[in-house]
């Protein structure tokens, strides 16, 4: 078995803990699924239990430490959308770091932890991820003695600034916290470029590593203008995208642009079902099995034929950001560099963001489209870049421009195939109204069950919020940019 590395480890509380998730609520139903095997559906759906579980304890775990079994409560078991069963039997491994979930029609399903690369669910049959884990070392100055943004030194307006009405802000902090049912576990607010408020909620820090779900995808975007900004992706935009599972002679992706995949309008038939239909939890849903099935995500995203002419519609589908990503770290191991560190070099380290995780399958292949850890101010740096056009301020007082000079407008203008000119370059953008209490120009990294980040120029405004909330997000991520904004009084 490869050796495993990190620099934290988790206290070997036990061997090995086992136990049966139960408790006085029911859990979610497995619905049935038609021609495919029920015992299969709760396989799948205990595949990303045993993620959850693992990742809850290990990742999250690097700030907070957690049971299994709150784990268990607070972040699957209350949600029905996870499906979870009361017959489903788990176990945690502390010395091996993985996590098995057992039921008695479907055997198994199991994830294992690797430090830097989080947490993986393991194929069927597979005991262990084929490539080496490694340590990837944070190579930013100490936040201790570092002056903001790359470090913590005067992070704070002190005094806040006399446009703003702080205790109109205090109180919009206040009742976004005090909306229980959408579990809001950090909330951070910046403004002119330091932190005007900030709230989380009991355990949880500033550093503490969250699931951020899609935000994962503006990752992806970013990483792709960080190595074309850096001359390690040997294109532009407008180039066709170098992927060479599509440069057969006449097959039709050859036509795709780069451009296309970060506006989420390849025309790759890749099917979305959405979680709540009868096969979400089956092969059938394309866009959601690389969370559950333990496939090579990058090899399953690349090898799918096209159904729409490129760029001619915006579609929600992990098939672009995934390729995105492909297509980075083909570049980059093409110079010989290492791809499980290029992330944290290229972008995190100069921005002073330390703690994110970002997760991959068993062949090393990064899932920033959902499977990605970040701290609520790993998440702030990261809108900060984005609200000053991908330049930042490095403590010797320089400015070192990560993304290219034209990125952010780009990102954050509608794609051409965005109908409700909501989406741009794996950014959501407001210019069609999504967020009907925030300015027009605000864009955001947006994942499931309510991660955000906000950037609002107009406003010199970063907004982020974690947590895993079931409710109606939209609107409640309308009423906080909203309440904080007029809480700014421009």
Known sequence: MPTRHSWWTLPVLATTVVT???????????????AHDRADVRGNVAGMAAHHICAGVFVVGRDYERSPEEVVTQDIRRFDIFKWQDDFDYAVNFE????????????????????????????????????????VERLSPDPAVTAWPTGDVDAYHDPAPAEVDMGALEGALDWTMAQAEHNTRALVVVYAGKILGERYAPGFTR???????????????????AAMQAGH???????????????????????????????????????????RDSLSWTHVDEHRRIYFDGIDVFEHAVNQPMDRAPGEIFRYRNSDP????YIVREAVEARGENWLAYPQRILFDRIGARNYVLETDA????????????????????????LWDGVWPTPNGESDRILPEGWVDFISTPAPGAELRDYGGLFWVNRGGAL???????????????????IIPSYDLVIVRLGPSPGDINAYLSDIVGEVTAAIGR
Not at 207 to 225: D, E, F, H, M, Y
Not at 368 to 386: P, T
């Open 322 to 325: 995934l390729t995105a990503n």
């Open 233 to 275: 992706l040997d294109a532009g935009l407008d180039d066709l995208a170098p992927v060479p599972e599509w440069q057969a002679e006449g097959d039709p992706r050859r036509k795709i642009r780069i451009r296309d995949i970060l506006n989420m309008s390849s025309g790759l038939d890749f099917v979305n079902l959405g979680w």
């Open 20 to 34: 049966s998730a139960c408790g006085p609520e029911p859990g979610g139903q497995v619905m049935e699924s038609g």
């Open 436 to 454: 009907p209490r925030a300015p027009e120009d605000a864009f955001w990294a947006a994942g499931f069950m309510g991660q955000y980040t906000v």
């Open 363 to 386: 062949w090393g292949n990064f899932i920033i489209s959902g499977y990605d850890y970040g701290s609520a101010w790993d998440w702030v740096r990261f809108g900060l870049l984005h």
């Open 96 to 135: 091996t770091r993985t996590v098995s979930v057992s039921g008695e029609d479907f055997g198994t399903r199991s994830a294992e932890y690797n430090g830097d690369q989080g947490c993986t669910v393991l194929p069927a049959g597979l005991e262990d991820v084929t490539f080496e884990p490694q340590v």
């Open 207 to 225: 550093n503490t590593p969250q699931i951020s779900w899609s935000q994962g995808k503006s990752i992806s975007s970013a990483l792709v203008g």
